[in-house]
Structure formats: structure tokens, C-alpha cells
């Protein structure tokens, strides 16, 4: 929000420097970003009549002037194609500087000598505006210096207003807040309206059939126009605010934009007319309808937009943007002025699907104030009486069915100066809050009731209240105090204790810590998973990158492997451990933290140093399970099993569902080839996530001590013809039903298929060992252990032993 001194001095009288403003505006919460000076002396800058434009011999892109400069005729050389004879320009004559130092000095351009230089609004740095020459009030006289016509140099504040402040993106709205700072009232113009004897409701009809949409919605008609740039003054303001002037009628509508933040809209009425009388429908968009915006883009509706409407079509995108046909021409004398308040949430979600953003859209998307828009019409059509020499028709079409009512907060002074900090007195309280326009109506026990004006939507509960307070008496006088901890003996911080170990022992593993936003895009998760109704839609989203709040953590984690890849990272080892939101049957949610990890490249360092080889999806894939089941073990979480399932977005027989106990708590695998393409990915990627809750239930147990074996072991090796069919998982499962105390180990240690094997079988290789506890065992022993587990796996698996 940028905010030119002179113009908020019209509001609020104060004293103090714009560095002093700046600060103390910094600590009431709006951000100064920035103090500009804009403009300059301009001494030697004065007022030319263009007498005379003739193409320059020399030069097709060039024009050869005359001008008067009021004490003589000169002759200028001229890029700029935007002026005709009559016209009145500002000229920097030879020995004048430019704001930026330049010394116009006398020169021949393409063999024609150039006396100086008219100007453009850039060249005298009062705004971004090169396309052409400044045009001046045709009224000046020749030679009258520029500095009189544009006043002195305006010093400019860039305010940073945060999204929950909508009612200061305006200059009164800033005038409010330094009125407050300062202890000063606030000036509200004074201004009269006009009106001939020619009734509104023979002029126009206002059809509102969304009041939720449009709570709020008034018309001016306003006849009589003489289209015309608007006064040096108002120019000035709206470019220093960074709006370019366009026309008398088009500027009014701006100026009070940004002085009370009502935005505004002026039709044509000609093109709302329907058997002479003009139409204004409020109403949703109907199937099918598009609508060609201000800016010449056909745009496709939908039902959910609010649209202005005359008898038979839309004529302009309801708070984001005016349609085509419906604007100011030329031949304009007569206007419907439109002022409105549109509900927020709607204006957010068109602007956002349209990819359409405006000066109006950035307010109503805020909020702005329901009680300021009759004003706001009042001002633009008295403005509209001085300027543009109209009158309004008398009266104002006002259709505000429901009228809004000020939200009621209960407020404890104790509370406030226990939560500041400070021992701020009642009376310094409640004066605080009348200069902002902040109402006592009532007592209740040890709490005032106090009323929220209108245009503060921020103002919900007691501790807004208390934070105004806060920031009107000084954030940087409340003193600085060393947090105290209380420590609560019945508390019960096992779960922070739990992810902190969960963390370090992931990071001890090799695995750096990634973090993303719970929120992100439909088609980022689209990649992994078609939506099956579990998804949880933000209703109005900051942007359709951040629509949707993740189900699974695993389409950010391959997105930032992906992101990693393409950066020249071809080895990483990453993990996260969030939170995602899922979305029962019934349409309730429910959340739950989980930790994914990911794999890509060499991370178990099985290849050899130099060697040109890729990693195989096996080594991958192991090494991710392997990963998996260290940190299972880790956290004595309790016996872990995998079974084969399938998923759209893992290759098809890499991947495993992960149990903990008889718990599914998560997933493993090898992502499909249709993803990595998608990212550009060529070697396998593993990514496993798990419930976090079920993975760290026994983080904290005290283990079971066992007594060091004091008896040598006796290993066993077998080697077992097994169908395909037939998973390790199930071998192990005989095994451990069937062995004795004394197996202490179990490994697989080959896996063969081919050659003398026979179709449909491979073969599984396993060393066993036993050990006992009070003896030592003998041959005889092992062996009776070993053939009792052979038996069991023949019984159960119909497996041969070789």
C-alpha cells in the first residue's frame, strides 16, 4: 500500500518525520518497506505549447516540433507519437537537469538541431510511464514553470499490510490507525451531491437474487458526463500510488478506491439499457456462459461465480473485472455506478480459478467495510459533480436485505495486562480502544463487552482485543522477559521424546530431514493416486498449488528425490516425518503422523568405486527393507512382517505391505516406471512410509535382559526346493513355530533359480544356529533340532530338501 504524505495529512494532522511514522506504524504491525521521494524541483522545467509537428527529413521514427516555451519559439526533436498540435507538454530546455542528473544540452539529431527536450512522466520520475509525453491541462499557459503544476516532492510510505488488516488498504484506513498512534481524530471529507429531479427507479431496476453472495449492493445513475482527463492533482495521487490515470470518469472511481478501499465499478448505461430502462442482475453464472473481461480474454464460468448481469448476459465478473462492451468510450454521458460488498470467500475462489487478479479483487478478497458503501457511491458521484460536470439522478438504489451487526467480545482488562505483561491501566485501556473506534456496551461479571466496528473483521475474540492494545500502546515498550519453563509432574511428553529418537536414529542411519507444507496441488498427488474420496479440499486455497492437504507424504518426498536428480544429486538418502489428513466414509477427518523415507542412487555403497553400473532394483529394494527393519528393530517395536500387495504407483512385485504385530502400518517399494518418467528418473527409487504411532509404541520399553552364552553354538545349514509361490516370510513362519529354544539365528543367505532347478522352482539356501543356555550342545542335538524343522517344512510347505 503506498501512501503519500500530503494526502494522509488531509485526514489526520500530525507532526512527525516519515522515518518516525514509519517506526511507529512498524511496531502498531504494518511492515515499512520502503520511503520514496518522488519528483524533484524542476527548476528550468516549464509548460510548452506544441505549435507545429512535421516528420523529421532524416529519420523515419522521428517528429520535428515547434514549440513555445512562453518567451520563444523552439525547435524540438521527438521520439514520442502521443501529441498533437495544441497540446501542452513539459520541456527541459538546453542547461536544465532531469531529476536523475542528466544535463539537456543543445544537439543536432540526424542533421536537425534539438533546442531540448519535451518530457515523459518517467523521465521526470513521477511514475513507470514511458509510452509517451505527459500531456497538461491545455488551460496552462506556455512558460508557467512545471513545479507549479505538479507541487513539490511527495514523499511516498510502502506499507506491507498483512492479509487480516483489509481495513487499511486504503489511506483513510491508515489515517485511522495514526489517529491512534498519534491521539488526533480523524477528518472525514465533507462533500454534497448534486441530483437533478429525475427519480433512480426510472433510471434503473437492481435485481438481487444472491444476497449471500452480494449481502450488499447500491446504484448511482449519473447523466450529463463530459469525458475529459481528470485535474493535475488527482493524476499526481493515483500515479504515486501506482495507478495510471486514464480519464476523468475511470480516475474518480480509482481515487476513491484508494481513499476509503470501496472498490467501485461505472457501466456504460447504454449498454444496460433494456426498453430505456437499465437492468443490473446479481447472479450466479448460469451453464455454459462465458465472458469477455476489460482485458480482452474470453473466460469460460462456472455456476459458483458471482456475476453482474444485465437482462439477457453477464457484464462483468461480480468484484474481480469489468466485461468488455460495458466500459468508458469516448462518446460516454452517462454511467450506472456500481459499489457493492461481495462475501470475500467468493471473490477468493473466482479470482483464483479465473487466474485473474485486480485492484478490487486484492480488497473484496479481504473484506472490505459493508457501512462504507454508500459513502463511497456518495463521494464518486459528488466528485463526478466538480470534474466531470454531471448530475445524479436523485436518490440510490440500496438493496442490503440483512444489515451486518458488530461482533460482541467479551473483554478482561486483568487478563489483558496478564497476557502483555505490562500494567496498563483501565483508563489507558479503554482509550486505546475508543480511538479505535472499538465501543464499551455492557459489563458482565469481571468483563467489559465491548463492539467491534464493522470494517474490523479481524476482531473475533478477546485476545484480539487484547492484542490491539498491545500494539497501540508500543510492542516496543513492553519489556523483554526470559521465558520460564513450569515443570508439570503428571505431564506427559513421550510422544515429543519419542519423534526426537525417531529423528536422530533415521539421521544415524545416513537419511537427511526433509520438510514440506501439509497442503499442495491435486495433481502432485494425481501422480500416485487417483482421488477415491479420502482427500481433504481446502475450500479456498491460497492457489491451486496449495489446494489439497496431503494423504500421504510419499508424492512430496518423490518430488523432492526428482528435485534433487535434476540438480546433479544422483545419491540420497532423505526422510520426513508429518502429518497427513484423511477423510472417512462419513465425511469426517482424521489425522495421523508417519515417517517416509527415500532412497536413490548408490546409498548402500554396494558398488565399486569407478564403476560404470547401475544399481539394480534388487539392491534397492533390500536395502530399503534392510533400512526398515534396523529401524524396527530400533525402537522394540515388536515383531515385523511383509506381505506382497499392489499399488498403482509401485512396479508390479515390488511392493510390500508392512505389519507391526498383527498391525498394517505401511508400505515399501520400488516406484513404477511411468512415475519416474514422469520426473525424469531412470534408475529405481524406493520409498516406504509408516505409521509413526505404531512404529514407536515400544520406543521406551526396558528390554528383557538374556544371560551371555557361556556354551559354544553349532551351525546348520539346509537348502530347500520351494514352488515360487512359496515367500521367505512363510519359511520363516514354520521355522519359528517349529524350532526349539535353542535356534538363536536364522539367515537366508542364497537364492537360486535356473539350471537343475525345474520350472516354477528355486531354490532358498538358510544357516541355522543353535546354542544352549546351561550345555553344551552335542552333534546328536543339532541335528535332531534340524530334521524336526525340516519335517515341519515339509508337512507345511511341501518343500524339498536338497
Not at 218 to 246: D, E
Not at 296 to 324: F, H, Q, T, Y
Not at 604 to 620: L, P, Q
Request: proline share 4%.
Amino acid at each position: 500500500m503506498k501512501v503519500p504524505i500530503s494526502w494522509l495529512k488531509e485526514y489526520v494532522d500530525f507532526d512527525a518525520t516519515a522515518e518516525e511514522l514509519g517506526d511507529r506504524l512498524t511496531f502498531s504491525g504494518m511492515e515499512l518497506e520502503s520511503i520514496k521521494t518522488v519528483g524533484s524541483d524542476y527548476e528550468g522545467i516549464v509548460v510548452a505549447e506544441v505549435l507545429e509537428v512535421v516528420a523529421h527529413p532524416g529519420a523515419d521514427r522521428l517528429k520535428l516540433c515547434r514549440v513555445n516555451n512562453g518567451k520563444e519559439e523552439l525547435s524540438i526533436v521527438c521520439g514520442a507519437t502521443n501529441y498533437v498540435v495544441g497540446d501542452k507538454v513539459p520541456l527541459a530546455g538546453v542547461g536544465c537537469r532531469l531529476p536523475d542528473g542528466t544535463k539537456i544540452k543543445k544537439s543536432k539529431i540526424r542533421g536537425e538541431v534539438s533546442y531540448g527536450m519535451m518530457c515523459s512522466e518517467t523521465e521526470l520520475e513521477l511514475s513507470d510511464d514511458h509510452e509517451g509525453l505527459m500531456i497538461l491541462d491545455r488551460a496552462l499557459e506556455p512558460g508557467v514553470p512545471f513545479s507549479e503544476v505538479v507541487g513539490p516532492p511527495e514523499t511516498v510510505l510502502d506499507l506491507e499490510i498483512t492479509w487480516n488488516r483489509a481495513d487499511c488498504h486504503s489511506i483513510m484506513g491508515v489515517a485511522r490507525e495514526v489517529a491512534a498512534l498519534y491521539g488526533f481524530n480523524v477528518k472525514t471529507p465533507e462533500f454534497d451531491v448534486t441530483e437533478s429531479d429525475e427519480l433512480i427507479e426510472d433510471s434503473a431496476v437492481v435485481l438481487l437474487d444472491d444476497a449471500e453472495g452480494c449481502p450488499r449492493y447500491t446504484a448511482r445513475v449519473i447523466s450529463g458526463i463530459k469525458l475529459a482527463p481528470s485535474p493535475m492533482w488527482m493524476q499526481r495521487r493515483l500515479s504515486l500510488c501506482g495507478i495510471r490515470p486514464v480519464n476523468n470518469v475511470v480516475d474518480i472511481t480509482n481515487y476513491v478506491l484508494l481513499e476509503c478501499g470501496q472498490p467501485l465499478h461505472a457501466f456504460d448505461y447504454k449498454t444496460l439499457v433494456k426498453d430505456d430502462m437499465a437492468r443490473v442482475v446479481v447472479r450466479r453464472a448460469r451453464k455454459g456462459e462465458k465472458i469477455s473481461t476489460l482485458d480482452g480474454v474470453e473466460r469460460d464460468v462456472n455456476s459458483n461465480m458471482l456475476m453482474i448481469a444485465d437482462s439477457e448476459k453477464p457484464v462483468a465478473v461480480a468484484g474481480v473485472m469489468g466485461g468488455e462492451g460495458s466500459e468508458i468510450y469516448d462518446s460516454t454521458d452517462k454511467v450506472l455506478l456500481e459499489s457493492a460488498y461481495f462475501r470475500p470467500s467468493d471473490i477468493k475462489k473466482t479470482s483464483t480459478e479465473l487466474g485473474l487478479s485486480t485492484e478490487s479483487s486484492y480488497r473484496f478478497e479481504r473484506g472490505v467495510d459493508i457501512e462504507t458503501v454508500a459513502w463511497a457511491s456518495a463521494r464518486a458521484a459528488s466528485l463526478m459533480n466538480q470534474l466531470t460536470g454531471a448530475v445524479a439522478c436523485k436518490g440510490m438504489i440500496d438493496k442490503y436485505p440483512s444489515v451486518a451487526e458488530p461482533v460482541v467480545i467479551k473483554f478482561r482488562p486483568q487478563r489483558a495486562r496478564d497476557l502483555i505483561g505490562v500494567d496498563v491501566s483501565d483508563d489507558e485501556m479503554f482509550s486505546i480502544l475508543e480511538s479505535l473506534k472499538i465501543k464499551t456496551v455492557g459489563h458482565e461479571n469481571d468483563a467489559v463487552l465491548v463492539e467491534a466496528p464493522v470494517f474490523r473483521h479481524d476482531l473475533q475474540i478477546e485476545a484480539d482485543i487484547i492484542e490491539e492494545i498491545a500494539r497501540i500502546y508500543g510492542l516496543d515498550k513492553i519489556p523483554l522477559v526470559v521465558p520460564k519453563a513450569m515443570i508439570v509432574p503428571d505431564a506427559d511428553d513421550s510422544e515429543f521424546r519419542a519423534l526426537k529418537v525417531c529423528r536422530e536414529t533415521v539421521a544415524a542411519l545416513g537419511c537427511s530431514e526433509i520438510m514440506h507444507y501439509s497442503f499442495l496441488s491435486a495433481a502432485s498427488l494425481d501422480v500416485f493416486d487417483k482421488d477415491d474420496g479420502n482427500r481433504v479440499v481446502l475450500p479456498n486455497p491460497v492457489s491451486e498449488e496449495y489446494a489439497v492437504l496431503r494423504n500421504s507424504l510419499m508424492p512430496q518426498m518423490g518430488e523432492a528425490l526428482a528435485g534433487n536428480l535434476s540438480r546433479q544429486v544422483e545419491c540420497a538418502s532423505l526422510f520426513e516425518i508429518g502429518r497427513v489428513f484423511l477423510k472417512g466414509k462419513g465425511g469426517e477427518i482424521h489425522e495421523e503422523d508417519r515417517l517416509c523415507v527415500g532412497l536413490m542412487g548408490d546409498v548402500g555403497g554396494a558398488m565399486e568405486i569407478g564403476r560404470d553400473s547401475d544399481v539394480s532394483h534388487e539392491n534397492m529394494f533390500l536395502w530399503m527393507k534392510g533400512l526398515i527393519e534396523r529401524l524396527c528393530g530400533s525402537f522394540w517395536a515388536g515383531e515385523m512382517s511383509f506381505s506382497k500387495t499392489s499399488t498403482p504407483y509401485f512396479e508390479d512385485g515390488c511392493a510390500l505391505s508392512i505389519s507391526i504385530g498383527d498391525d498394517e502400518s505401511g508400505v515399501i517399494g520400488l516406484l513404477s516406471s511411468e512415475i519416474r518418467a514422469e520426473w525424469r528418473m531412470s534408475g529405481p527409487v524406493a520409498i516406504a512410509e509408516i505409521n509413526v504411532k505404531k512404529l514407536l509404541k515400544g520406543v521406551f520399553d526396558i528390554p528383557e535382559l538374556k544371560a551371555v552364552p557361556a556354551f559354544p553354538a553349532i551351525a546348520r545349514d539346509m537348502a530347500l526346493l520351494v514352488a515360487q509361490s512359496v515367500t521367505h516370510e512363510q519359511v520363516m513362519d514354520v521355522i519359528r513355530k517349529s524350532a526349539p529354544s535353542e535356534l538363536t539365528d536364522v539367515r537366508l543367505f542364497d537364492i537360486y533359480t535356473g539350471e537343475g532347478i525345474g520350472d516354477g522352482k528355486r531354490s532358498l539356501a538358510y544357516s541355522l544356529v543353535y546354542r544352549s543356555l546351561e550345555r553344551t550342545l552335542t552333534d546328536e542335538d543339532a541335528n535332531g533340532y534340524h530334521e524336526s524343522i525340516k519335517s515341519a517344512l515339509k508337512k507345511k510347505l511341501n518343500v524339498e530338501i536338497r
